[in-house]
């Protein structure tokens, strides 16, 4: 399942590993604090794992991950200086233009 | 059409100007830099074209409306200290919670 996820940290150490956690997993950060990717059951209870590790004994900490229709890719709207090279954020091609 | 609207806008004032935006048109803040609310298509491209206005001539900004099935919203999974109220975001309910 495709999975976007976006957190909202105050803590800068917490936010960096977070952030690291996800991208080590396979995740695309698509913006500051949000990323996207796809994730089996099994993988996302194991990133799952890890963040509720990290977040133990923090506080003002919200993570979200929420499920998107692979469809639904071809329907975002984005406004951006500079556009995200959505076939490689998607798994369609293994290089990312720039 | 349920919408996910998240942002990475580098200066204060522009990013201030399009939360207002957003909020005044009926998005929930769910985030620091995330909204979400349900939108008909006309009134999604009336606040795509007011944060296009907005952004005329600013550097350093990604908006992106994503589309959710609402389905989804069941599938959501949330770490943090004080969930959201999903029946208020969904539009089941007219008082949040507190």
Same mark, same amino acid.
């Given at each position: ?10 803590? +800068? ?6 952030? !690291?956690?996800?991208? !080590? ?26 963040? +509720? ?46």
């Amino acid at each position: 399942m495709l999975y976007l996820v976006t957190y909202d940290i105050t803590n +800068n150490r917490l936010r960096t590993k977070i952030a !690291k956690t996800l991208i !080590k997993n396979g995740l695309e950060r698509i913006q500051y604090s949000v990323f996207m990717g796809d994730l089996t059951d099994t993988y996302k209870d194991l990133i799952l794992e890890k963040i +509720n590790l990290l977040v133990n004994d923090a506080v003002e900490y919200s993570v979200l991950f929420i499920p998107l229709h692979k469809d639904m890719l071809f329907d975002i709207t984005e406004i951006s200086e500079q556009n995200l090279d959505w076939e490689y954020i998607k798994g369609e091609k293994i290089c990312m233009m720039f």
